[in-house]
């Protein structure tokens, strides 16, 4: 007989994403005139940059003859990627990571919503309050929530960790011992970036409570300010207590060509002394089959110099968007957080509406689709995210339309 | 307290083909001369073809240009590559499958290695043994699978169908009822198909019992037999019961390129009307983030005049080495199967040897790089898989060499 996991019956409504694409699918259906921008979904919108689209015509040239042609992938990336990481990403800041401690994916959504098969299903988990869904959605279809209180918006075996004004928005040690902690810094989506002490004693929090940290760097691209760490291995004992997720989609335009990694350092352990990197090994070596060759020598091609320095001019074209977003809102005198270190600007919604009713407003008076605070956690009501991803026209035009509606 | 998930403890040892691998390179550390031929793993060695060539270049210059680039991709596939399929694949073998019905994915392996994870953790499953390990240690490491047992080499919770040369290496009805029932046809390892009225007799099963057949076609193209079904949905029924995978990397040489796609038709539910499709689809939404646009093109190539006829081609050429194993095996002597809807031989190990002596056999006396039957599963002790994907000349040249030792 056909049993299906009843706990996807558990997850609230459709993701967030699809929620808002409908709502804009029927409105442009309604109002086929209307302008509309969308600063909503965090995708990029610039197009791949030269040594990239070069990187990736070579790798195909390579896949149209018998003499260079690449079956499967090693399971865990290829040699040239996983080295190239760890010089770059980590020996350059100091940083401990060994490139076989670097597993390459086909993105940051996929580890990230994958990573807690590796953990017993009775784990524990904390998560800062608002934050990107999938960290609570993926443990909610393990069974690992417990049950959604309709009247607080809470899941009964979650640890939320409120991110607003009151806490700088930033999560505080929670009461109850977690045993798993997601981070995301800089953060989805208030933009906002934990400081390197501030991470430090998460580290500590953690080895002391013999718990793991998920780390989800996605945007580290973005930090501007130099005492906000780029990765949790600039805190010292995080070896111990940390996984760390990056992704290509930001810094280099990836979203639609999908590629991430996730660093599990060997020292990683449980109580018994059995190791995480080995367990997520097996996972990849069982149910995943390698990201694309081409897509790889694109990776490759992100940290050549003249790709560097490609991808320092996507980030600045979207961080002056940033900045625009920033200061006309201010300007404006809504209350704002967020576009220094991320391509996110996090705002209060005006005279108390609730986060959807200003998606509506917004939606409705000025044509822009940004994405209701309360769509990443119940401590996201009455806030709302824009993003810096469009085109500096759309975004000028964008502010303002905002500004006017005041 | 981290807390990891205890299942993967009792997986067995490493993944076939990394222990494979592990013994090759340890051969090849002692005896660099050796000139090895790897028949071994079932991947594919001939270039991608002119038109896919072409369809990558073409939509890697589109990413290139800011009215052209794509982001991320919706969810379950671009609609190109969904309408084509369902356009090739299903309606033109008279099978009632909508372009809405097919979820695009980065390949076979993970797409039957997640499938388990929208069914309940008590749910039984029946595998065809041997098998693609797969299946089995997906579901090890959802806790479904019991306990091992060292002398059976079973777990106790799965329901195993032999497939040897006693059932003519085809399933036979199991006695205990299974709730999802695994079937590969054409098989790996066996290279053995089931014709369409015997597979007809596996949908009308399920149907009767309210069991699902997770049907993987990933070989597909190699059927040069009339009355062997391409897809499941060829048999009367099958949209109440059947789920099927499909593959581009064995027909279009795509093993490192990753695509692949999945059936759930919207009439597949469990008895209180929860249908499969939807739980799929938000599955999807959740953890997985589309496959990349470039990727997508190449698919869609492959349905091309063009393509058709060049992936014909790439068939050809392995069905010629499938035919020079069988014929120069059965010449020596061996007892042989497959090879004839299948790009795999399926022999009988001379003199009573296991599998992984056959193999060290092999490898040592003509360094030849074979798969040992035992690895997908206890029925398959005693026998040994060899691949035709390699080139002519090696094909030959091992079918040589295996004739030399008798």
Redesign the interface.
Known sequence: ??????N??K?RG??LF?NIAKKVSAFTEAHPEANIIRLG?G??????T?SI?KA??DA??E????QT?????P?LGYSFLRETIAKNDYEARGCDIAADEIFVS??A??DS??IQ???????KIAVCDPVYP?YV??NV?AGRTGVFDEKTEQWSDVIYMPCTEATGFAPELPEKTP??IYICSPNNPTGSAMKKADLQKWVDYANE????IIFDAAYEAYISEDDVPHSIYECKGARTCAIEIRSFSKNA?F????LGFTVIPKDL???DG?S?HA?WA??H???????????QKAGEAVYSEQGKAEIRGLVSYYMENAKMILDGLKEAGFSVSGGVNAPYIWLKTPDNMTSWEFFDYLLEKVNIVGTPGSGFGPSGEGYFRLTAFG?HENTKAAVERIKGLK
Chains 1, 2 share one sequence.
Do not use: W
């Open positions: 007989m056909i049993k299906i996991n009843q996807y019956l997850l459709s993701y699809s979904i995708d990029v919108t610039r197009p791949l030269p689209i990736i015509h195909t040239d896949m149209a003859s018998e042609f690449k079956g499967y992938a399971d086909d993105g959504k996929c919503g994958n098969e590796i953990f017993s299903e009775d784990s999938v959605d993926t279809m045993d798993i409570k013999k718990a793991v335009g979203t639609g060509v999908r352990k449980d109580a059995n995480l367990l097996r996972r070596g069982t149910k995943y089959n390698g990201a694309p060759y081409i897509i085109s």
